[in-house]
């Protein structure tokens, strides 16, 4: 514990009032907010190389392939999914710590995943990252003082003899005791390193902050404290996030939207309401059921649940058509032939499965035939129509409906 | 597993000629007038005219370097020029492949000279290798197992206070103590298995190899030290203890292996140094191994034996490489490649 | 062993007293584990909850025996069928060890030697107490990774770790654990490093092996989630010490301790109310170097004003039975936590709750 603690620790001890002022609602959605970035087809593949004398190009791993969304200005944006989906490798693309193999990244006119190395120094200080781990992100030399005020000299934003007060206003935004500037990490605890994490990122006064798993290394008690910051700054300041995240209780109270991920593509992407109570992709449902709750205690046993069956396959060799049939309750004939498109369902709502639906209320016949032009089992059928779909980010005016199986305008 | 081999040894190859232009390069870029310190010190001006044709000095450095390059793959004819060659069939020496050069200051090929002295510096590094290796390991582990006793800090305090004393000091004082004042060992002259016998070879090795032994000694003690601590550390260890294991096996079939892996790679590194000579160790014993023919050459400049030398020496080394990282592959399944 | 269970019929099939794991060290005495109490029966499972430091580890690696031959110091009585762990010698513990108590780790990947097959590394764990050939081993072994759900068994046993992915491993190691029949299973965090539909994956496959095999299990864990899914009883440690202990309907559904309600606070409810606030529990962990005065929670508790005097920072409240009974213990100095929680806490974390009431 540092002597910042201990001083306030023995003064009285903290109230019941102050806290509950720093405990958050969650953050709320404004529709009309325009977008602040806009990732459009997305495309993040590794090469796989042989092993012979010459090492050729076998292959690819797709970890990202082909994703689409928006983050409104001052808004959230929430990615989940497990390990291996791509979805850090997402948001690493998206800061250019990765150079896309594909797709685009809008931001304020100019396209963020094809600008020059040269020409993406300006860029860097309008979209800053936070990473998940806070033990292994700080360089353990360097002083807070000077990890902080690294972005700061490096883009000249203050003059030299300004840095120092500059870190010291950074380090109390974030909650630390700016006398602590001079200190190592390894004199902080782990929300406090997370917290200078934090303090580095905002440093340059960023519009986006692309957020991995900025608490699951953290201590449950802790978690919340660090929520409740970013949330603070977000108002504060107006900074749009992209919150990357395994855990869907923390990313429900983040983010007003939610984008779920498999296998590098996104499956469902909604407003919270929708995704959290009338999710529409089964992947989405086994996620939300998965999760052990805490409210079982007053019932006792387990929680009903869907059960996948496995694992989630290699991103080298992914199933043929749609990439979570090996693990879908649903999945029949079509979903090995053609890949589900995405398709938008609702106001704010898009889901890429075949069977699409709510739980227990999936339809017996494909909802996507007719749309992709082949009959019920995935063969091409030659009387059909197809729809020329474009997977679009944002959300469009129209939909199609699931249950009238039309296109509605509202 | 085997592409990955010949890979390495298709880069390993690349390494070596890239070597040996570098020290040519070095070599010319010397004030010295290589003709004439290979003609001698008397000699008149159209002496060094004719060495330097000899040796083939009068040409561009590219061009001797492709010649020494050719004679590599397909061995080479000496004197270089053909009209001396032609004019005095009887000085001509043949170098088969892979030759190395002609070194006018020896009078031989350079694989040759090597032939004989490569083997000395050989039995050097074995015998070094195989001490040093033994004792680092053993007092290493006892030193691991007892962490912070008496024992631990007195082996780790002792190998650092003989890496302290130089080579030549230590061997110095073999030579002058053990053999010449107390005569508890003769004094060593390096005897070839084929006229000693192995016994004899051995006996003939034990002072000079224990003194180049002790150089490492003390790395392989505190490396091993702290690699088995490291690995003791480990949460399979624990999974080991956990299972109902002895501690004996705990610490030889759980710790071990994965401590002495990376050891596998600095042994493999250090002796291929070796196998290019000990100079010091070499001096101080006059074992005449690759290490004395490299001070003797590069006092004499003699260039065709020092790049046959550097070529050698970065041979082993290269070899080495490839063989640790085969090894390692044997040792560590994840390493296993295709 | 057997004859032990039917003379003392009453006593619990695991007994911890006063359970004391100090670490010596430059700084000073760390009290890791500093007096925890617990019975645990067979064929039921104790969730001990705490985060990092908290010495909810440190105390079930105890129980194995693994601070031995380190500097620690570990005091007070293990009962294990009435047999006091702690006054055998080591050799008498290395037979218990793996046989009739088995534990599982965190992270299934660096608990298993990368050098060595999964197979061989079971079946290891079976030849040390049983007399068997290799190949009757090989075979018992694939059984045991067909009973925890691994397909093609028989080709998997040659797989190194490496090579699985990562609930195939934690498989792998339950299969490791339960291959003596071990009658007390600790799962320290098995489910953390694994992604939760896996997550479900193993818990079910934990407790359908604890109904088949009668096993106790204590469940390590800072997932209030899966101690409510998984454990009859429920243990919460902080600081080294037990702060609230009871059965898990009990305890999780009338927490009497601040720490506890911190807890349930600063986890947003999957399936409560989406506008529910998520409170956090202010400060940091405490050192155990220099633990608070009094009740190690003072300086992260809210409900000091609530305690008359300095009560809170200068007196280690006692673990003791709350209002609502005699098996729900806590630490706390509060004389009505559960009027707190329900008009103070439940509204501000869980409206929904609330109202309902």
Redesign the interface.
Known sequence: ??EY??AT?AA?????D???A?????AQLDPNAPPVLTVRDLEMHFPVR????V?RKIGDVKAVDGISFQIPKGGSLGLVG??GCGKSTAGRAITRLYKPTGGSVEFEGRDLAKVSNRGLKPLRREVQMIFQDPYSSLNPRHTVGSIVGAPLRIHNVVPKDQTLKRVQELLEVVGLNPEHYNRYPNEF????RQRIGIARALALQPKVIVADEPVSAL???????V??LLQDLQREFDIAFLFIA?D???V??FCPEVAVMYLGKIVEIAD??TL??RPNHPYTQ???S?????????I????E?I??EG??PSPINPPSGCHFRT?CPLAREICAKVEPPMLQIGPRHKVACHFAGELGQHPADPVTARILGVDNAGNPDPGASPVELDDQPGFSDVWFDLKARTTVKP | ?W??A??RV?IGILLLLALSLVTFILFFASPADQAKLACGKQCTQAQIAVTEKALGYDKPVYEQWAGFAKGVVAGRDFPIDQAQREAAPETVTHCAAPCLGFSKYYGETVNSLIKDYAPISISLAVVAVVLWLFFGVLLGIAAAVTKGSILDRGIVGLTLLVYAFPTFFIGVFFLKYVVVKWGLLDYPYYTPIAEGGVWGWLTNLWLPSLTLALVFLASYVRMTRAFVLESLGEDYIRTAKAKGLNSRAVLFKHGLRAALTPLVTMTGIDFGTLLGGAIITESVFAYPGLGLLTVQSSQAWDLPTVVGIVLIAGSFVVLMNIIVDIAYAFIDPRVR?? | MEQNAHMDEKQPFLKVENLKVHFPTQDGLVKATDGLSYALDRGQTLGIVG??GSGKSVSSSAILGLHRGTNAKVEGRILLDGVDLLALNNAEMRKLRGKEIAMIFQDPLSAMHPYYTVGNQIAEAYRVHHKVSKKAARTRVIDMLELVGIPQPDVRFDSYPHQF????RQRAMIAMALINDPSLLIADEPTTAL???????I??LL?NLQREFNTAIIIIT?????????ADEALVMYAGRAVEHGR??E???HPQMPYTW???????????D??????????????LLSP?TGCAF????????KVPGDL?TTELPDLVPGPRGGLHLKRCHLADPESIYQN?VIP?IAPDLAEER
């Not at chain 3, 911190?262 to 409560?272: A, C, K, M, Y």
């Open positions: 514990m540092t603690d201990e620790a009285s001890g903290p109230s019941l102050a806290v509950l720093q405990a958050h609602a969650p042989s092993t012979g004398v090492r497990e390990s605890s782990g929300g406090q201590d449950v008690s802790i978690q919340a404290q929520v409740n395994h869907l209780a923390v429900r109270h919270r309401e959290y109570s086994a996620l939300l998965a999760a052990p709750d805490v409210k079982q205690a007053a006792g046993g387990r929680r649940r059960r996948l694992d989630v693990r | 597993m592409a990955y010949a890979r298709v490649l295709g | 985060e990092s992915s990562g609930g195939m992604d939760v539909t896996v997550q479900a994956q818990l079910d407790q800072h997932d209030l989630g899966v101690v409510a899914e998984m898990v309907k305890v999780l559904t911190g807890l349930l606070s600063s986890v947003p409810d999957i399936t409560g989406p506008n529910a606030r998520m409170v956090p529990v202010p400060g940091n962990p405490p050192s608070p003072h300086p992260r508790c809210v409900h000091r004003d809170c103070e501000e």
